[in-house]
């Protein structure tokens, strides 16, 4: 069983929560409405995974990212619906700093762009699916953009997620 601490907006966090609670092998322990409670948290309650969004009031998930995996390292899935490429920088700043790990863009194929640039830089990328989509306006962009490592339904990406996290974390905990 995966257990994962979810940072996050309300609405995002309420939407992961349920995405990530869907899956059998998930257990969500906790949530957090900024950095510094995610971090308290992850101390309480020690979890296999976060994600965590960048732009939060206090401590933004930079921040927290860097102080989490000086601290007490811990799997990073960065959360982000920011296509803008200010916000998109900080985010690779996290990824440097040992985060995993997200590009949330809803059906708009604006954001299959982003996705590809992730991919080219190294990232694992992951689209929904077409038999899933309700519409399959930025999944399908992404697929003709070559931006998407992966092409899975809601219920798989949660737990490839979790997955490539908790096996990231262990990699970085090995001596």
């Known amino acids: 069983m995966i257990k994962a601490l979810v940072e996050d907006s309300p609405v995002v966090r309420e939407f992961l929560v349920h995405i990530l609670g869907a899956d059998p092998g998930i257990r969500v322990v906790g949530t957090a409405h900024d950095g510094e409670e995610a971090i308290e948290a992850i101390a309480r309650r020690q979890p296999d995974v976060v994600t965590m969004d960048i732009h939060m009031p206090k401590m933004n998930g930079l921040d927290a990212t860097r102080l989490i995996m000086e601290t007490c390292p811990t799997p990073i899935v960065i959360v982000s619906g920011s296509t803008d490429p200010r916000e998109m920088a900080t985010t690779f700043q996290a990824i440097e700093a040992g985060a995993l790990a997200g590009l949330l863009a809803g059906m708009a194929p604006d954001a299959a762009g982003e996705l590809k640039l992730l991919k080219d830089m190294g990232a694992f990328t992951i689209a929904q699916d077409r038999e ?17 490592t992966l092409l899975l339904p809601p219920e798989k990406i949660a737990a490839t997620l979790a997955n490539l996290a908790h096996h990231r974390g262990n990699t970085k905990r090995d001596p």
């Not at 309700?134 to 931006?147: C, R, V």
């Open 132 to 148: 899933t989509s309700a519409g399959h306006g930025m999944p399908g962009e992404a697929i003709k953009l070559d931006a998407a």
